[in-house]
Nanobody, 129 residues
Framework: EWQLVESGGGSVQSGGSLRLSCAAS????????LGWFRQVPGKEDREPVS?????????YYADSVKGRFTGSSDNAENMVYLQMNNLSPEDAAIYYC?????????????????????WGQGTQVTVSS
């Protein structure tokens, strides 16, 4: 049975850092692209943050986080990470780990939440000004 379990959320002040982790199980890690979406409570949209494709480490970032967030993976441990630096209140949200089979189509549409089959339960990130 597949699982995506996030950890590492919390509360920080503006300018601070957090590192999110996602433990994946139940599927062949190297065949997938995994990453992060976020959603502000009360809002409907899930915003793409970063996705990494395990087989070659290609990493995608939303413009809003480029230069501040770094996605990475440990293929041996089936783990995905998101290092978040210089956080601002606009980054406050529930962060979800996602996974989907790596395909050329996925790499073209990685920003669409509807293409991801697997979602974790989410971890809350709060940033105070």
């Amino acid at each position: 049975e597949w699982q995506l379990v996030e950890s590492g959320g919390g509360s920080v002040q503006s300018g601070g850092s957090l590192r999110l982790s996602c433990a994946a199980s139940g599927f062949s890690f190297d065949d997938y692209c995994l990453g992060w979406f976020r959603q502000v409570p009360g809002k409907e949209d899930r915003e793409p943050v970063s996705v990494i494709c395990a087989v070659d480490g290609t990493t995608y970032y939303a413009d809003s986080v480029k230069g501040r967030f770094t996605g990475s993976s440990d293929n041996a441990e089936n783990m995905v990470y998101l290092q978040m630096n210089n956080l601002s209140p606009e980054d406050a949200a529930i962060y979800y780990c996602v996974a989907q089979v790596d395909t050329p189509v996925l790499r073209d549409v990685w920003t669409l939440p509807t293409v991801y089959t697997y979602w974790g339960q989410g971890t809350q990130v709060t940033v105070s000004s």
